[in-house]
């Protein structure tokens, strides 16, 4: 019981961490990302801090993992939402 409850620990790992790279890609690729909310973006990553060091606390590895990776990518999302806002503002 204890292995299928590991398997669905990692699987929620795998696919909540990989929904984040189509959007760090694309938002790399375009530059743009007057779609992308700074204040939603903002707690998302600090909630993902919080749950990381979470994970650290109890030693949960999916935990950690996943959120690790997660927070590496949100915060690239969230950097470049700074950087290219002046950008976006300009264009307009």
Same mark, same amino acid.
């Given at each position: 019981?204890?292995?299928?409850?590991?398997?669905?620990?990692?699987?929620?790992?795998?696919?909540?961490?990989?929904?984040?790279?189509?959007?760090?890609?694309?938002?790399?690729?375009?530059?743009?990302?007057?779609?992308?909310?700074? *204040?939603?973006?903002?707690? $998302?990553?600090?909630?993902? +801090?919080?749950?990381? #060091?979470?994970? &650290?606390?109890? @030693?949960?590895?999916? *935990?950690?993992?996943?959120? $690790?990776?997660?927070?590496? +990518?949100?915060?690239? #999302?969230?950097? &470049?939402?700074? @950087?290219?806002?002046?950008?976006?503002?300009?264009?307009?």
């Amino acid at each position: 019981m204890e292995d299928i409850v590991s398997i669905f620990g990692y699987l929620a790992a795998i696919l909540t961490t990989l929904s984040f790279l189509p959007q760090a890609i694309k938002t790399i690729r375009e530059k743009n990302t007057e779609g992308i909310s700074f *204040i939603m973006y903002g707690m $998302f990553t600090a909630g993902v +801090l919080l749950w990381l #060091i979470y994970g &650290l606390f109890i @030693k949960d590895i999916p *935990i950690i993992v996943a959120n $690790f990776i997660t927070l590496i +990518l949100a915060l690239t #999302i969230l950097v &470049l939402k700074v @950087k290219y806002s002046s950008t976006e503002t300009k264009i307009k």
